[in-house]
Every structure is written in C-alpha cells, then in structure tokens.
C-alpha cells in the first residue's frame, strides 16, 4: 500500500478549494465577506505547509494571515466603509 | 449563478492541465534528493563530530535564521520595527478617547470571564512555543505571535480603555519593544566585545567557537541545551514581537474623537 | 499506476498556485478598491511562499517511509547514524529559513499600508482608487 | 493581596506550561517558574477574585465528579438526541428562545453553566442578563415555555453540581 | 500496531467533513453563517493536523494546531464584536 | 497491556471524531436556519474536535514509535483539548448574540422566543 499518495491527495484537495477561496474572494463584493474568504484560504496554505513538512512557517504564517491580517483589515473597513462600488 | 459556471471551469482547467501535464511526462514532481548546501545545513546543525561548524541546536530552521543567516533577520526585525514606528508616525495628530471601562462595554459577561481565564494559559503555552524554539519548531517570532492573542482578544472583548486601565499603555510597549530590539544588538555583538576585552580574535553573530577564535556562548547548562545565542535571540525577539503587536492594535483600535484633522 | 497518480496529484497542487498566482495578480491591478488590493497582495505574497517551500520539499524516499520537517529529535547520539537517517528523509530547511523572514517583512508592509489607508480615507473620504485618482487632479 | 491573588495565576500558568512541554527536566521546570511568575504579575488583578477558594480539596472532588458525568452521561445522551435529528429525514425540530433562570453568585459558575448549556448540542445560550439571573437560550426541541420547566429540562444538574464547585 | 493505516482509513472521512463545512462557509448567506463555517473548517484541519502528527510518526508536528485554534477563536469574537458594535475598540 | 488500551481507546476517540465530523457537516448543511446550524456545530466541536484531540494524546502516551517527545506530543494535544472545550462555546455564544442582537438571522421556525418577539417567525418549513 502506499501511503503517500494520501498525502498527496490531501493537498490537492486543499489546494483546489484554496483557488475555489481566491476566486471568491476576488470577485466578492461586501468587504468583510471577501476578508472572510482570504482566511479560509490561509487555513488552506497552512495545511499545505504543512504537508510539506514545515512545522515553523505554519506556526508563522497562521498568526499572520490567519489572524492579525484580517483583525487589522475589519478595523480598517470599520473606519472607512464596507462595500465596494462598482 | 455566473460564479459557479466560473469556478467549474476553472476547477476543470486545473484538473484537465494537470492530466494533460501528466499524461505527457511534463509534471512537476519533486527530487528524493537534496542539494548539497541543504546537506550541509542540515549535517552541521547539531553535530558534535564537527566542533568548528555546528550550531548545536537541533531545529535547523532556528539555527539558519539565527546563526547561519542571522544579520537577515536582524534587519528583518529592524523593518518591523521601522513599520509600526512608521504607522504611529502616521497616526499622530488624532486624538483619542480615554475614558473609564464600564460593565456595558465589550462583549457579554460569559466571554469576558472566558477570556480571563484562558488569558494567562494562552500566555505560557506561547512562552513554552518561544523558549523552545531551539529544540522543537517554534521560537521568538511564533511565540510573540501566539502571545499576541491576549491583548488582541482582551482589546476587542473588554475594550482598550480596560487595557490602558491596567496600565498597558502604548509608550510602555514601545519601551519594551526598544529594549527587545537593543537586547537582541547587545546579544549579536556580546561575543565581539568579550572578546575585545579578553584581546581574543571573535566574530560579530558569534555563537559557537569557530576555527581561529575560541569564544564561545554556553550551549549546555547541566545537560539542558541552550545552543549558545539562540535563546537569548528567542527571548528578545518574543518581547518584541508580541509587544509589536500589541502596540499596533492599541493604536489602531482605540476608539479616535469625533473631530477630524 | 501509482506514480502517475502522485504526478498528477503533485501537478493539481501546482497548477492551482499558478491558478491562485494569476487570479491574485488580476486582483491587484483591475480591482479599484483599496482594502480589495491589499486582501490580493496577501494572497500574491503567500502564493510566492509556497513556490518556495515547494523547491525545498522533497518525495517520500519509499513509499512508507516519510520524509520529516528539518529537526533532529535524538540528539545526544552516540554514533552518527542518527544523523545520516536524518539527512536521508529530511526537507530542505534553507527555503523556509528564507519564507519564515518573508512572511514578517511582508506583515510589516502590510501593517504600514493599513495605517496608509485609514489616512487615505481621513483625506479624500473614499477608499476607491478610481477616485481618489479624479480627486487629486 | 496582590501576590495572594497572583499565586493561583502562576499555578494556572505553570502547570499548563509543564503539561504543553511534557517534560519535567530542569530547563522546563526553571523556564516554567520564571514564566509563571511574570504571567501571575500580569494577570493577578485581572482573573482571580478570591483566591481561598482555590485550596479546598472539596470543590476539585466535586469538579471531578462534574467532568466525569458531563462528559459521560450529558454529552453522549445529547449528542445522539441531536444526530438522531440530522440523520432522520424529516429532520423534527420544535425550536425556539426560551427563559432559563439561574441562582448562582459568582460570574465563573454563571459561565460554567453557560459553557456546559452550549456544549451540549441542542441548546445554545444567546443572550445573559446578570441583572434579572436569567439567561436566553436557543433550544431545539422546546418542550415547555415555563422557565421552571424550562430549567429542569435544561440545566438544572449543571447547576447542582457548579453551585458546589464555584460558589 | 496497526496505527498508521487506521489513521489512513480515517482521514478520508475528516476530508469530506471539510468540504462539507467548506461549502457552508463559502454559500451561508450571512455573515454569522460564513464564520460559523470557518470556526467548523478550522477546527477540523486542527483534528487533522494532530491525526496526521501520529501518521508521519512526528509528534513535534501538533504544536500547529494550538495556533489554529485560538486564531479562529480571535476570528470569532472580533467578527462578533465588528457586528455588534461597529467599533472595535469600544 | 495498558499501553494498547491506551492505543485503541485513543483510536475508537479519533474515529467517533470522524463519524461526528460528517454528521456536522450534513447538519450544517441541511438545517435551514443559523441558530439550528450552532446545534449542529457544537457535534463538530465536541465530538468532533474535543475528543478526538484527546484521544491521539492518548495514543501518543501508549505508541512506542513515537520517540522521545511522546509525551510533548500528550500533554500539547490535552491543553488543546482542554482550550478548545472552554473557547469554542464562548466562540458560538458569541456569535449568535451578535446574530440576534443586530437580527442578522431570524428564528425560523420558531415556538417561543422570549428575548425579542418581532423575531420569530411561525411555523416556516425546517
């Protein structure tokens, strides 16, 4: 049996639903549900770190992208305005 | 509706390309092997059959950011630290509130009680990430990271008037994250200096004896491992760091008076 | 069948970075939103990270035996094969020595660019590209 | 007052620090002291209210006895009554926001049994007035709107035993 | 033992659980929705982060899933708040 | 002896998250309404999370091939546990004071509620 190719197919199910993420995040329009959207993404890069095998760039990239970045983001959209115009 | 056609096709695009890619021996796929400059970080990081190369710490990445290449992280730091002094630089001029915290303001009483309990076991198991950063993954900036949790939850459960309240005020944090930057210069050229004073040929970043200079930090203190000048780097870099933080969400979050400049 | 099946596995991961790469780019110069362009810069800067993690990986050197994250666990050894079992399975940690500095110059940028904003929008009252363009001619 | 205050906050701190690490070597046991001294400093005005309470051995006989039927007996019956729900292709819910009075003093057991009430699938606290000592709670299957009954059907076994440990 | 292909066995399991809750927390039509199915999303990779740990034989791998969890956590709460207050710092 | 009680309880714990795991996930996306989502959430985090995070400390206390840091691996994968199990129930509570403060959900369907009558919404179909 081999058991990488479990690992493998674990990543590339994260990464197809980190680009089904990005997309949306892309083309969302309500702010906050785009900020939203980028941090399921981050989960996602974070648990392909992770397959490969980089234990410190989780402990690193989580914190930054999976919570300080969107908590200064929704301060930034609670100061200034929610949605985007077309 | 115009979005599920267009994530469909752009998940058939990447799985269609790949099998084509696949299919026609083209694929990415990694090596079983090493290059040689990995080979050798990774046979010197702890290796005590090599006295003038090791690191003596088994967390290779730790060892590279801190020995190896540790002048990069040094004005990583620095640029981080230039960062948050930039945003205070451009946040001058507002005026900010300070009042009283009231039992009205934050969140409901169920989360705050929540939030001091978890508070100081959220703080030592971000100690324990940092201080062991030299021997399991982790270090100075995770640790300071995980340990930004508590002032960023206690700023948005109670409020930052119940933080200054406390006395966690943003000079003090700049203070502490000064004195984390100068500790961690001081640490850097320790070993440069000692050796000045004992008139002994030393480097700056120096951390273990190498060929030429006999200097050396304690790494091994009754059995316990040190790895020389990674934790005093890791120590300096965790006040920094969560103090950083810290500093940034008390000036971005406190609430600005009405009037606008 | 097995091989194939990993390569094509490995190549979905990576075409959909590329995928990631090209959509966050498009992001970045078509979308007239501020906070829209920096949530794309984010996604810019990890995307590059992982490149960079993905040229330090390396395969499984038998299908049962995994290859492990760049830290020796037994360390007071007495002979070296410890280490040569662990310079056969281990990754390369140079890449993420280098991604773990990106990733904190890369919040510093971030952080410096959301205190930016806050001050664009105290200025010219809209965070929108298009007009704060129009507004300062 | 201050340090009688900071030394269960330093206990806190310093067993989860002994228990994240899993080791009990000297360098753990230094490192862990000196942190668990700073976090105590920090935290000493902020969670403790009445320290006495922490040394007596009855209320952790009674915690004990809380954990063990919480998590054997509440839990599981909960948990199936609620995945028999999903499953069932009808899908039975009866649900509504319903008025659950408490009679506890001080705010950690009004939080355990908050916690305990939203940990069991099933109902949710929503809201929590410390003033009236009632808390609102989303429950999937009401089946009275009477608080009394309400609480009998809800919470009355996790006030038993919290009124025992935390007041 | 056989561990590591009873965690093999699982571990697909734990993968359509997250597509599941993926897909809760891309549609929920509001905001609460969209968060609720993050929390759900990231606590189960924390499961997976440990449950793989005993797979690859590492145990230093599940200090990553510590952060996870109290990240999602802060999410929560300044989410909430952002709802409730629109002021983050009041 | 112990150590393989250990091992399969631990295991039995990890596939009871798996089973509670999909059940949420069905949940989650059957019920029609946010309030009912949270009662399918908590089986995520408690069965689902909770246990199943205790159960792999278990197996890491009794699997020898671990090394040495098995009992690192223990004792993170309980203070884990144990921060999940305080700080998820804070996470849902918080956000459906939100929900129903700011009435981003209605309660629907809906016998009673008590807090704010304007809310409920009568009979609707689940």
Not at chain 2, 125 to 154: D, K
Not at chain 5, 7 to 31: F, M, N, S
Not at chain 6, 80 to 101: C, E, M, Y
């Amino acid at each position: 049996m081999s058991l990488d190719l479990l690992i493998y197919a674990v990543g590339a199910v994260a990464s197809l639903m980190s680009v089904v993420a990005v997309y949306l995040a892309l083309v969302e329009r309500d702010l906050v549900k785009a900020v939203i959207y980028s941090a399921i993404q981050s989960v996602f890069y974070s648990l392909l770190f992770y397959l490969f095998m980089s234990p410190d760039i989780v402990l690193v990239y989580l914190p930054v992208a999976g919570g300080v970045l969107p908590a200064l983001l929704l301060v930034l959209i609670s100061k200034t305005e929610r949605f985007e115009r077309e | 509706m115009k979005r599920v056609v267009s994530l469909a096709v752009l998940v058939t695009i990447v799985l269609g390309m790949s099998l084509l890619l696949a299919l026609s021996g083209q694929s990415f796929y990694p090596s079983e092997n090493l290059r040689w400059l990995a080979i050798v970080y990774l046979n010197t990081t702890y290796n005590p059959y090599l006295p003038d190369f090791t690191v003596r710490s088994p967390e290779s990445v730790t060892a590279i950011v801190w020995d190896y290449r540790g002048l990069d992280t040094l004005y990583e730091t620095t640029v981080f630290y230039l960062a948050i002094i930039a945003g205070l630089a451009l946040g001058r001029g507002v005026k900010r509130l300070n009042q009283k915290p009231t039992d009205e303001s934050g969140l409901s009483p169920i989360v705050k009680t929540v939030t001091k309990i978890t508070g100081p076991m959220i703080l030592a198991v971000a100690a324990s990430i940092g201080l062991h950063g030299h021997l399991t993954p982790g270090g100075g900036f995770q640790g300071g990271a995980t340990a930004a949790v508590v002032p960023v939850v206690f700023i948005v459960v109670f409020s930052s008037f119940y933080l200054l309240w406390k006395g966690v005020s943003s000079q003090r944090m700049l203070t502490l994250r000064s004195a984390g930057l100068i500790g961690i210069g001081l640490t850097s050229i320790s070993l440069f200096l000692a050796g000045l004073l004992l008139g002994l040929p030393s480097y700056v970043f120096q951390n273990i004896a190498k060929a030429g200079s006999p200097l050396s930090m304690p790494y091994d203190v009754h059995g316990a491992l040190l790895s020389g000048t990674l934790w005093w780097f890791n120590l300096f870099e965790f006040l920094a760091v969560s103090s950083g933080f810290t500093l940034a969400f008390i000036i971005l979050m406190t609430p600005e008076a009405e009037e606008k400049w | 069948m097995v091989g194939f099946l990993a390569e094509y596995m490995f190549t979905v991961i990576y075409l959909s970075l590329f995928v990631n790469l090209g959509l966050s780019l498009f992001g970045l110069f078509y979308k007239p939103h501020y906070v829209k362009k920096l949530i794309m810069l984010g996604v810019l800067g990890d995307t590059l990270n992982m490149f960079a993690i993905f040229l330090g990986y390396r395969a499984w050197p038998s299908p049962t035996t995994p290859s492990r994250p760049p830290i020796l666990l037994t360390y007071p050894f007495e002979n070296a094969s410890v280490l040569v079992e662990f310079t056969s399975r281990a990754v390369d940690p140079l890449p993420q020595a280098l991604v773990l500095t990106a990733v904190v110059i890369g919040l510093a940028v971030m952080v410096f660019l959301i205190f930016l904003g806050d001050n664009l929008f105290k200025h010219y009252g809209t965070l929108d590209m298009r007009e704060i363009r129009r507004l300062r001619g | 007052m201050r340090a009688a205050r900071a030394i269960p906050v330093a206990l806190l701190a310093f067993v989860t620090y002994i228990v994240f690490s899993g080791s009990t070597s000297g360098y753990d046991l230094v490192t862990g002291l000196l942190v668990s001294v700073v976090v105590g400093a920090l935290f000493a005005n902020v969670t403790i209210e009445r320290p006495s309470k922490l040394l007596s051995p009855k209320r952790w006989y009674w915690a004990l006895r809380y954990a063990l039927r919480y998590f054997i007996v509440d839990e599981t019956k909960c948990h199936i009554d609620v995945a028999k729900r999903i499953l069932s292709p009808r899908m039975p819910v009866n649900p509504g926001i319903v008025v659950v009075p408490f009679d506890v003093e001080s705010d950690y057991a009004m939080t355990a049994i908050a916690n305990s009430i939203t940990n069991t699938p099933g109902t949710v606290v929503v809201e929590v007035d410390k003033k009236n000592k009632v808390f609102y709670v989303h429950w999937i299957d009401v089946a009275s709107i009477e608080p009394r009954e309400a609480k009998k059907g809800i919470s009355e076994t996790f006030e038993y035993y919290s009124k025992k440990v935390f007041d | 033992m056989f561990v590591q292909e009873f965690i093999a066995a699982v571990v697909p399991l734990y993968l359509v659980a997250t597509a599941l809750y993926l897909y809760r927390a891309l549609k929920g039509p509001t905001i609460p929705d969209h968060v609720l199915g993050v929390d759900l999303l990231s606590y189960n990779l924390a499961v997976l982060f440990i449950v793989l740990g005993i797979f690859f034989k590492e145990p230093i791998l599940i200090v990553t899933a510590i952060p996870l969890a109290l990240w999602i956590y802060a999410l929560d709460i300044y989410v909430a708040k952002y709802l409730e207050r629109r002021v983050m710092g009041a | 002896m112990i150590e393989e009680l250990l091992v399969y309880t631990g295991l039995g714990l990890i596939a009871l998250g798996a089973f509670a795991q999909l059940v949420s996930g069905i949940g989650v996306n059957r019920f029609r309404n946010f309030y009912l989502r949270l009662h399918a959430a908590t089986i995520g985090s408690i069965w689902g999370c909770v246990y199943p995070i205790a159960g792999a400390g278990l197996v890491a206390l009794g699997y020898k091939e671990l090394g040495p840091y098995s009992t690192f691996m223990a004792g993170a994968a309980f203070v884990t546990s144990f921060l999940v199990l305080i700080l998820s129930p804070a996470g849902s509570h918080a956000l459906a004071r939100a929900a129903h403060k700011t009435r981003q959900a209605l309660v629907e369907p809906c016998v009673h509620d008590a807090l704010d009558p304007s809310m409920c919404v009568r009979g609707g179909g689940s």
